[in-house]
């Protein structure tokens, strides 16, 4: 009798130990899904201004709510997997279609889990079917320079003014040479085309390296990987002149009426882009509905 009493709490233990073990399945899964998202087609620019790009999110002043605008899927699929938009490929579509995202999660979401959240959503919505393959491809890699690194320690954001933030804020103005001049406290990228001589800047403000390897891959319409090192946040600055209104090449030699791209990252940033062969791994699209199901 006393051996199947203890039987039974045995079995009873185990019962609560699987029972405790579902719920931290249960749990596990709802934590990689959003509380709530839509999905919609953006509609052609009328033509204004189309904004692309991510707002809110972990790590943002809306920590809850995310909003992702005029993003294709590969945008979308390299938002989710943190891989440049470079390094995807898969049918046209996937990078001209367009679509609005905007979704919540639980207060204390991490970049981590929010990513995956968009994955399950892209797979559950789209039908995403993708894979990964290696492939030996020309890149950038972003180095420490020989002189070190002229990256800032982050300043303290200016403390609120009701008497200047009720007014708009000018976010960006030019110099007399022509180059952009941004307002503190702000991390953006833009380029005044002055007379066919276009002039183009960047300021990052508390930002990490990861910031500024996207931009860079942006501008030299290459993969840019970082091998600095460098893990902190950072504040810093950069002006160089566009080698053409379309966006830049990867030269190494400085323009006479100002520096090149590269020469603007060794010179003020204290850091080096070297040019190599190296193997990468890609995604590939395999499948993913044009119309996303319903909401």
């Known amino acids: 009798m006393g051996g199947k009493a203890l039987g039974g709490k045995a079995m009873g233990g185990k019962a609560m130990m699987l029972s405790g073990a579902m719920v931290v399945m249960v749990f596990a899964a709802s934590a990689q899904t959003f509380e709530v998202a839509s999905i919609k087609p953006t509609p ?6 189309r904004v692309i790009g991510t707002r809110g999110g972990p ?65 559950e919505r789209f039908g995403l079917v993708i894979h990964r393959e290696p492939r030996v491809v020309s890149l950038y890699a972003l180095t420490v320079g020989k002189g070190g690194s002229k990256l800032k320690t982050p300043q303290p954001d200016r403390p609120a003014d009701a008497a200047t933030d009720a007014k708009p804020r000018q976010s960006m103005t030019k110099d007399a040479e022509g180059y952009p001049v ?27 390296v990861d910031w500024l390897v996207k931009m860079l891959a ?37 323009d006479p009426a100002g520096p090149s791209l590269t020469g603007a990252v060794e010179e003020q940033l204290g850091l080096r882009l070297t040019r190599r062969k190296s193997p990468l791994e890609f995604i590939v699209i395999d499948r993913a509905e044009r119309k996303p199901s319903e909401n």
């Open 59 to 123: 790590g943002s002043s809306d920590p809850t709510r995310v909003r992702l605008m005029s993003m294709s899927v590969v945008a979308l699929v390299s938002e989710a997997w943190d891989m440049s938009a470079l390094r995807i490929s898969g049918p046209a579509w996937t990078g001209e279609d367009t679509f609005e995202i905007v979704a919540t999660m639980a207060p204390g979401t991490t970049k981590e889990q929010y990513r995956a959240m968009l994955r399950n959503l892209l797979t």
């Open 218 to 254: 942006g501008q030299l319409k290459a993969t840019v990987v970082d091998e600095t090192g460098l893990t902190g946040k950072y504040d810093f600055a950069m002006r160089w002149v566009p080698e053409d209104r379309g966006g830049v090449t990867a030269s190494e030699t400085a």
């Open 182 to 208: 941004f307002a503190p406290g702000l991390s953006m990228t833009a380029m005044f085309a002055n007379d066919g001589k276009p002039r183009a800047g960047l300021q990052a403000h508390n930002e990490s």
């Open 44 to 49: 052609p620019p009328d033509g204004g201004p």
